[in-house]
């Protein structure tokens, strides 16, 4: 005597997304059978990179723009800041003291942080239009990129000479420049450029000393 089992039966209300998989019937002739498919799709969704804000043509066109001093400043809205180009710009400031025996990632994110935080201030009490932490951060990291050449050039050659004291003198004013005129196209604050350039002279000296001593 078989078991007898109650029928078996479903909502309908459920519904999974079917997939078409092929199946051989006894007469030898293919036919489609359709079961759930499983998972994810993930075809639709956008690259990682996309999604974390980087964008390596934007951080290149930014690059090319603090190394050529005369190049025209590329576009500083609100929304074209990011912070991916000055994190890399400080990685490899302090791989490169790393290589002359000085570990000083905690100065180096150290001052980035401080300056940055009081340029963000001094900037909102002279202007009228705000300007974001984020923003602020991007134009002085961005900046920071002749000063990694220092550090660079500093790995192969001795920079506490004469000479090399020239080197960075002329490497402070680069990042200030380069600085200032992004700021100053950023707020349209012309006449107010050398108030400007004075702090950031500063913070981007303390970065000149922590690579030369």
């Known amino acids: 005597?078989?078991?007898?089992?109650?029928?078996?039966?479903?909502?309908?209300?459920?519904?999974?997304?079917?997939?078409?998989?092929?199946?051989?019937?006894?007469?030898?002739?293919m036919t489609q059978m359709q079961t759930p498919s499983s998972g994810p799709n993930f075809d639709?969704?956008?690259?990682?990179?996309?999604?974390?804000?980087?964008?390596?043509?934007?951080?290149?066109?930014?690059?090319l723009a603090v190394s050529i001093p005369f190049k025209p400043v590329p576009s500083l809205g609100e929304a074209d800041t990011d912070l991916a180009g000055p994190l890399i710009y400080c990685l490899l400031l302090g791989f490169f003291l790393l290589l002359t025996g000085k570990i000083h990632f905690g100065y180096i994110y150290g001052?980035?942080?401080?300056?940055?935080?009081?340029?963000?201030i001094i900037l909102n009490l002279m202007c009228e239009e705000n300007i974001?932490?984020?923003?602020?951060?991007?134009i002085l990291g961005y900046s920071l990129l002749p000063l990694v050449l220092l550090a660079f050039v500093n790995v192969f050659f001795n920079l506490r000479t004469f000479v090399g004291f020239l080197a960075a003198a002329f490497v402070i004013c680069w990042c200030t420049f380069n600085a200032t005129r992004c700021i100053e196209k950023a707020l349209f604050m012309r006449e107010q450029r050398?108030?400007?350039?004075?702090?950031?002279?500063l913070m981007y000296a303390c970065f000149a000393m922590i690579t030369i001593f």
């Open 44 to 63: 639709d969704e956008p690259p990682l990179l996309e999604e974390l804000g980087i964008d390596f043509k934007d951080i290149l066109e930014k690059t």
């Open 194 to 201: 050398w108030l400007i350039a004075y702090p950031v002279i």
């Open 111 to 120: 001052f980035g942080l401080v300056g940055c935080v009081l340029m963000y």
């Open 132 to 138: 974001s932490i984020d923003r602020t951060m991007s």
């Open 1 to 29: 005597m078989q078991p007898m089992y109650p029928p078996l039966s479903y909502n309908q209300d459920l519904q999974f997304p079917m997939s078409t998989t092929m199946n051989m019937d006894m007469s030898g002739q």
